[in-house]
Nanobody
Framework: QVQLVESGGGLVQAGGSLRLSCAAS????????MGWFRQAPGKEREFVAA????????FYADSVKGRFTISGDNAKNTVYLQMNSLKPEDTAAYYC???????????????????WGQGTQVTVSS
């Protein structure tokens, strides 16, 4: 049984930082991309960042470029999202996801990811 378990969410003031972690288990994740998506109340789920299976390529939404960094530790089957200079508009539930053999625009598309975590809440106060 595949499991993705997120941790690291919480309440932080604007300008602060958080690091989210996503631990994957239950299968081999070679050739799987890992992504982070977020969803605020009343809004659609949106892409935040992704990393390819080798870790050599990272992809970011324009809204987080320069502030967020995605990285992975294959030995631990864990992917991280370092979030700096947080803004109130970053407030959302953040979800980790895994998808096989992604390329091009599919990294940005939540329908291409077939494993999802339960989410972790990030709240940024102004």
């Amino acid at each position: 049984q595949v499991q993705l378990v997120e941790s690291g969410g919480g309440l932080v003031q604007a300008g602060g930082s958080l690091r989210l972690s996503c631990a994957a288990s239950g299968r081999a994740f070679s050739n799987y991309a890992m992504g982070w998506f977020r969803q605020a109340p009343g809004k659609e789920r949106e892409f935040v960042a992704a990393i390819n299976w080798s870790g050599a390529s990272q992809f970011y939404a324009d809204s987080v470029k320069g502030r967020f960094t995605i990285s992975g530790d294959n030995a631990k089957n864990t992917v991280y999202l370092q979030m700096n200079s947080l803004k109130p508009e970053d407030t959302a539930a953040y979800y980790c996801a895994a998808g096989p053999l992604l390329s091009g625009s599919s990294y940005y598309t939540h329908q291409r990811y077939n494993y999802w975590g339960q989410g972790t809440q990030v709240t940024v106060s102004s």
